[in-house]
């Protein structure tokens, strides 16, 4: 079945670049996104993805995307404490669902 | 555009009542979903409204229901509460095979 995995917890410097890894299952999905949630709050869309694209660069945010190997990747270039939050990868699969990881926790420390 | 918008915000129910939720997509998405975001399970997906009807859906208790009115309205309603019922009930809108947009959430906790 489709599964999205995700590590749980990444802390990085303020300045520094994070990067957020994300593996999924469904070989069918059409976009695979990156959503960002504060606490208390739903879910904010960062930035997505094609299928058929490689990368994709939204001001600070780069998105690589694997085929082959199911992998998804967010670079946040200069993170900055207001970026402290948990990321979600989720994949738009063959039964038009969203399916999400787990998330990842990123702590910006100064 | 205005975005995704979620009433209420906030809900406390007790064991055994009904709830309703209701969500209003971003103008001109003709298609809703619900997921329920829970901290042991994660995000699951509830189900999906296109034009009035139900496309897809995940896999919960009939307990769970929902609708979608001519205007793209959608309202959840999950009847006989038991507490594990507590979460945030996130809505999504998106126009036909493009990006989807959630809403703030409702937070219902059932006591």
């Known amino acids: 079945g489709e599964d999205v995995e995700q590590s749980l917890f990444l802390s990085v410097r303020e300045g520094d670049s994070s990067v957020i890894n994300c593996t999924y299952t469904d070989s069918s999905s059409t976009y695979l996104y990156w959503y960002k949630q504060e606490p208390g709050a739903g879910l904010q869309l960062l930035t997505y993805i094609f299928s058929n694209m490689d990368m994709k660069q939204d001001q600070r945010l780069t998105v690589l995307l694997n085929k082959k190997d199911k992998h998804l990747s967010l670079r946040i270039a200069d993170t900055q404490t207001g970026d402290s939050a948990i990321y979600f990868c989720?994949?738009?699969?063959?039964?038009?669902?969203?399916?999400f990881g787990s998330g990842t926790q990123l702590t910006v420390l100064p | 555009k205005a975005g995704v918008t979620q009433t209420p915000r906030y809900l406390i129910k007790t064991r055994g009542q009904q709830v309703t939720l209701s969500c209003s997509p971003i103008?001109?998405?003709?298609?809703v979903s619900w997921y329920q975001q829970t901290p042991g399970q994660g995000l699951q997906f509830l189900f999906e409204?296109?034009?009035?009807?139900?496309?897809n859906k995940g896999n919960f208790p009939g307990r769970f229901s929902g609708r979608q009115f001519s205007n793209s309205r959608s309202e959840m309603n999950v009847s006989t509460l038991e507490l594990g019922d507590s979460a945030l009930y996130l809505c999504?809108?998106?126009?036909?095979?493009?990006?989807?947009?959630f809403g703030p959430g409702t937070r219902l906790t059932v006591t």
């Open positions: 989720a994949e738009d699969g063959s039964a038009r669902q969203l399916t």
């Open positions: 409204y296109f034009s009035e009807t139900q496309r």
């Open positions: 103008s001109g998405h003709r298609s």
């Open positions: 999504a809108s998106r126009e036909e095979n493009y990006e989807q947009y």
